[in-house]
Structure formats: C-alpha cells, structure tokens
C-alpha cells in the first residue's frame, strides 16, 4: 500500500481527513478479508544483514502462483526470530516462523516447516500450536509506543492512518484546547524517556506560557549509547506515530516549528523516517493551515554526525543551529532559551510516541500502567549471551529478574550471570 508522494491528495478541511481515514481503513480490512494468503515479512536494520530483503523477494517471486499478498513491516523487537515471517490464511489466526531463510518461503506456504513456527496470533491454541502471547517474550509485555511495529508497512501512511495514525493531532487541532492537551499530559504524568525522566506535562505548560516567539519543539532522536536501539526501531518500524507526536507537542506549545535529531548512523530510520514526513506533508499534515485548522506547523529533520555528546539536549540544539554540538550550563532552561535563544520544548523519542494514545485515550487511561511515580510503560534492549534478545515493551515496575530469567530467556548454555549494567554507560552496574 506504500504511495509515492505525487499520488497522495492534499487534505483541506477536518471532513477531507475523515473521508481519506474511511478508504484507508476500507484498503486495510480489504487486505485481511480477501482469498488470498498474506505474507509479512519483518524488515528491519537486525533481519536485512540476515538476509530479509532476500526473503521478501523469495514470497514475491511465488506470489502470483500461490495467490499471495506479499508485503513488508518494521522489525516487531524479537530479534532472536530474525528474519521474521507471519503468514495469514482465510479464516486462520496468522501463524509466525522464526529464522526464515529464502529457501523456506515455498515451503512455508505449502505447509512445510512447522518447525519454525512459534505460535499464533489471538488468543486461542490454533493447529496444535500456541499463542504467542504464551511466550514468556511476548506474555509480559504492554505495547503502547510499539503495537503497529511489525503490522504496518512503515512506508504506507495509509496503513498508518488506517490503524489510527493522527488520530491524536486530529483533536488537538479541532476538538481540544492546548491546555486541554497538556492536561492530558499531565494527568497520564508520563515522564521524559530519554533518562533525565523530567514529567512531560510540567515542560508543555512552561513552554506553553513562554512569551518569547518563535517557539520551537525539538525531539531527541540521537541515542547514542552503545546497545540501545529502541528509538531507531520505533523510526524503522512505525516513523507517523514519532512525527504525530511532535506534531501534538508543536500544537500545544503554541510552537510553529519542529525538528527530529537523528544519529547518523541509522540511514534506514532515515530513509522511512523522511519519507514519513514527505507523505504528511503532501497530504496537509504538516505546514501552513493543517487540515484547514489554521494552524501551521513546518517540520525539519536533521541528523547527527555521531558525536555521542549531541545526545545531550544542549548540545543537540548547537548541532541543530549548525554549530559545534557541546553542553551548556544551567540555567536558561530549554524552556526559556533553546533553539536560537528562544523557548524550546525538547522530549525522547520514546516519550513523544506516547502522546497519541494518551491524547486519544486519556490521561487516566495512560496513568492504569506502571507503578505510583512512574506511569506508562518503557522500552526496553538488551546486549550479552541471553536466549531470547530483542527490545521489549513492558510497564514501569517489572523487576530484573523477570526481564532477565523470562522475557530474554535467560542465559544461553554455557553462560553464567553475574551482573548487569543499565542505561548505558552513564550508568553505573548492578552486582548479582
């Protein structure tokens, strides 16, 4: 379902979105309700160096013999099945293979290499095989940020809004107030993801109050730390929910400017993630008189040169500006001098893709997740001998030892634990 730009219509009022909102939905449901079987292949910077380009061209080449639809999605964070393929048949749960290889996919299809598979989607047992959900990976998580990784094509803003892309921006631009929004926000008491941990709501109003115009809303895409790779994966895998999210922030602020840092050295999170916004910005997602709400809103992106220090929200801004990215002291805030030495609202990735749902949803809706002072839930990655690595969703409060003895299998044979480090190496390590 992936468009080129030129083919997408420009929508000008609330009514044009509704009705381009209905065909994609139409497009989706025509996709899962037909005869013919459907191939997803996981697509991703962990399944393309093993491979996954190769398979999605192996289903391809058999797709007009067998009656296939054949097509791509974002990595779905468990790395340890890459390359990934979920294969769904009329009136049949999709059933999911782990370690495809091109020369699997005839076989796959044919009924071959049960083997492989690893559940089911649903709830319920399906052909002797169980749910994926009663995978100790899969059974703890709580995918808020990450529940289109995996399902949508990155690459089809239809697919995107057909599963409730902008649905966020949607009423903050006709049905909320900015303090509504950011009351929201505040009452969800989501909390800055990208360490400092900082209540996002409480950021939103001080920007909101700032006098001094322009405005500008930033999102720090630069994670830099060795082994983390959640905010890449979320531009990879889902990039409309990142840009929706700054978008939302841009409207509550009062900000007419907004910018995503990316580090570099992550081209495929570029590439979709441009291409995200080339496609919202063709069809009046982005830019002057969004949706025919009055509201303008112009969007950059810009990318890092892999200094690990931009990863600091100071000296992000110098790089943004274009000049040598180092820290400054504090204060000024962001919030009273950022961008330009003009107020500047600047959250994680992480934290901005959570605004969707908590806009849609509701605040308290939000807060059900986590523990007392940490709402929500969090990404999560891992690095060293475990059975089962990828990244994980999973809400505030679960403890190691369940991240560690079940979500990532445990140690792989051979292997003891003896202590672990968090949060990179800002962060000091942990004994067993």
């Not at 630069?222 to 895998?237: A, C, L, Q, S, T």
């Not at 400054?328 to 600047?346: C, D, H, I, Y």
Request: one cysteine or more; proline letters at 4%; aromatic letters at 8%.
């Amino acid at each position: 379902m992936a468009q080129q730009i030129s083919d997408l219509p420009r929508l000008t009022s609330k009514q044009a979105f509704d009705d381009f909102r209905a065909k994609a939905i139409e497009k989706w449901e025509a996709i899962w309700s037909g005869d013919k079987t459907v191939v997803s292949v996981g697509v991703g910077s962990s399944s393309i160096p093993i491979g996954a380009l190769d398979v999605l061209a192996a289903f391809e080449a058999i797709a007009d013999k067998d009656n296939l639809i054949v097509r791509k999605t974002g990595v779905d964070g468990a790395d340890w099945t890459d390359v990934q393929v979920r294969v769904k048949r009329k009136d049949a749960p999709a059933v999911v293979y782990k370690n495809v290889v091109a020369s699997d996919a005839k076989g796959i299809i044919d009924g071959k290499h049960r083997g492989k598979i690893i559940g089911v989607e649903g709830d319920e047992e399906y052909d002797g095989h169980k749910p994926l959900n009663h995978l100790p990976f899969y059974k703890y998580q709580q995918r808020i940020v990450l529940q289109d990784v995996g399902v949508i094509d990155p690459d089809s803003i239809e697919e995107a809004i057909a599963r409730g892309a902008y649905m966020g921006l949607y009423k903050a631009l006709f049905e909320m107030s900015q303090e509504e929004v950011i009351a929201e926000v505040t009452t969800a008491n989501v909390r800055g993801r990208g360490g400092a941990g900082f209540p996002a709501g409480i950021k939103w109003e001080s920007g909101r109050k700032a006098r001094v115009t322009p405005k500008f809303v930033t999102c720090n895409s630069h994670e830099g730390e060795p082994n983390v790779y959640k905010d890449r994966r979320i531009h990879e895998g889902d990039p409309h929910r990142v840009l929706e999210g700054i978008l939302i922030a841009c409207v509550a602020v009062g900000a007419e400017r907004g910018y995503n840092y990316v580090g570099g050295e992550y081209p495929l999170a570029i590439q979709r993630f441009r291409k995200a916004v080339n496609d919202a910005t063709a069809l009046g997602l982005v830019g002057r008189n969004m949706l025919g709400s009055g509201k303008n809103v112009a969007f950059r992106l810009r990318t890092g040169g892999g200094a690990y220090v931009c990863g600091e929200g100071s000296a992000m801004m110098y790089s943004i500006m274009g000049v040598r990215g180092q820290p400054r002291t504090k204060p000024p805030r962001s919030v009273e001098e950022g961008l330009w030495k003009r107020p500047t609202v600047a959250n994680n990735t992480e934290t901005l893709s959570n605004m969707r749902d908590i806009v849609v949803k509701g605040g308290e809706w939000y807060a059900q997740f986590g523990t007392e002072g940490s709402k929500g839930t969090k990404l999560m990655t891992v690095q060293g001998p475990m059975k089962t690595m990828g990244l994980v969703e999973v809400p505030m409060g679960i403890n190691f030892k369940t991240l560690i003895d079940d979500v990532w299998g445990g140690m792989r044979d051979g292997y003891t634990f003896k202590g672990v480090q968090t949060g990179g190496v800002s962060a000091g390590p942990l004994k067993y």
